[in-house]
């Protein structure tokens, strides 16, 4: 059994690659749910949806959300109330939304309902939740006034492109956060603990957060690897540059390997940051390089493969 | 200033009629709404929502709900998860249905809500919900083997086409409800009360049972002025025979009389139906006389001219 533990885009790619190379019903993606929001009422779980929508192969192409070919009729119904729809959330991803947020009411679960919605898009691999708890990223800002600001994940990301300086990220609620049911016996029984190329700020460090997993993973060091989502000094999507630096982490290979070394004994970096293997290995973590850039699925089927033989 | 009481679409035909004869600030409409049902966890409101999308001129010209134009993207989207549908709610009015659900989980009432949805269309009347409680019609029906249920209204009239023989109908709620703010008020200060031609059991029917609005109608009964949704013994649209019927109520123009000859001193009926006027006026009602069928918005402002007149 593998374990991978997941943000959105980078790790859904990856994990794409990863059930051509290995039987699907062998994984179980544990899934960032920090980044979690209520948008007009309704329940939006972006890392899973992405995960669920890209395993099912119907996932934007480009965009790092949503669902190809999407209409946004209702987001235009809502501008006439008056309702901030920065957050454009399309029309038939909407129907993943009202079905979430009904089944929540009605008591289900997050796992519950996450299993549910991966079902009806036939998508094999076990998608858990980090937790069924309510776990909120918080972005504290500084303002060009000097001014601190806490803004929600998505109002930083999405609504301002991640443009206002970082000085500090919390998860808030993450201390009470229970591990999902599966999440740390998923962890114990795994052959292999992969850390999807997802930002470790906000993505994979909620799930680290989670109390019980990081402990697990520490024990299990040997079994776990990871992918950089850094390449050249540089995300390949998303925020991660943004977050890393001002939090003092380097933005580069190296900087994941560093923040990843107690709980993490193998990083693969990409063949373009070669030359940074040595500084890998002296954070104590096995260089592994392959091509990381997952053009396609079948590149990300191959770093799947170079990641699995990393500690096989 | 001017209240009618107003159910679904005749009604709305006929406010539009009306808004070209009287200045549309002096309209005060008193919506039923115990026809509101909740969808995938959304409040919808269909008469209130008929009524503001036709006076704004954004209904869906044929059938009897929505808005012109609509597609069905997140229905289908919800068709994934198993969800039932056959309530089609269109991706625009779906934005009135997620905008009023919030509004109303931050504690926001139904009237509250039905103001600032008309003033988002531009509908200038006052719209107000007859009672801001919730009141569900309940249909008890007959079945093929002579097994009684009771469905909700939409079960009834949407998913089973109004098929089944109704044996009571019941406005759950409706002994504890309160008159929304102003419907009282509106009704005691009213020159006159226009009683739409609508559905007299579902749709005029719960808005006399709110306790209070009898009492006052009845006091004021020379003020008050029906028109007849029934032409030559059937219903324009909607299934007021298949309720008139069952519950022992002549389906025709003066079965509407003898319902409403209690609180209402005059009734408009049909030209084709004014071999039934003596009957009418049996019924101790006035009757006149007056093209009904609002094929177009010049024809019901000339019943609503008509209409006024009566009573003038």
Same mark, same amino acid.
């Given at each position: 059994m593998l374990v991978a533990l997941a943000g959105g885009v980078g790790a859904a790619r990856f994990l794409r690659g990863l059930v051509r190379v290995v039987p699907p019903e062998d994984v179980t993606v544990i899934v960032n749910t920090a980044d979690d929001e209520v948008f007009h009422g309704l329940y939006v779980c972006p890392d899973l949806d992405t995960v669920t929508y890209t395993l099912a192969g119907?996932?934007?192409?480009?965009?790092?959300w949503g669902l190809a070919g999407e209409t946004f009729v209702t987001m235009d119904a809502l501008d006439r109330y008056g309702?901030?729809?920065?957050?454009r959330l399309g029309d038939r991803d909407l129907g993943t939304h009202i079905y979430r947020t009904e089944r929540l009411a009605e008591g289900a679960t997050v796992s519950e309902v996450a299993a549910e919605i991966a079902r009806a898009w036939g998508v094999v691999p076990r998608l858990l939740p980090m937790t069924d708890d309510r776990v909120a990223t918080r972005v504290t800002v500084s303002r060009d006034d000097g001014r601190r600001e806490v803004l929600k994940m998505q109002e930083w990301f999405v609504r301002e492109r991640a443009n206002p300086v970082v000085a500090a990220v919390d998860f808030d609620g993450i201390e009470t956060a229970r591990p999902a049911p599966g999440v740390l016996a998923a962890l114990e029984a795994a052959e292999t603990v992969l850390i999807c190329? /997802?930002?470790?700020?906000?993505s994979i460090g909620p799930i680290l957060a989670v109390p019980g997993v990081r402990e697990v993973l520490r024990r299990r060091r040997d079994r776990v690897v990871g992918v950089s989502p850094i390449i050249a000094g540089a995300p390949?999507?998303?925020?991660a540059d943004r977050l890393m630096g001002p939090l003092g982490?380097?933005? /580069?290979c190296v900087g994941v390997a560093r923040a990843y070394a107690e709980f993490c004994g193998t990083l693969v970096i990409d063949s373009g940051d070669e030359q940074r293997a040595r500084e890998v290995e002296a954070a104590g973590v096995h260089a592994v390089v392959a091509d990381?850039?997952?053009?396609d699925a079948r590149v990300a089927a191959a770093l799947a493969r170079h990641t699995l033989d990393a500690v096989a």
């Open positions: 119907a996932e934007h192409p480009e965009q790092g309702q901030d729809t920065w957050f190329p /997802s930002n470790p700020v906000i390949v999507k998303g925020p982490m380097e933005v /580069s990381t850039l997952m053009t």
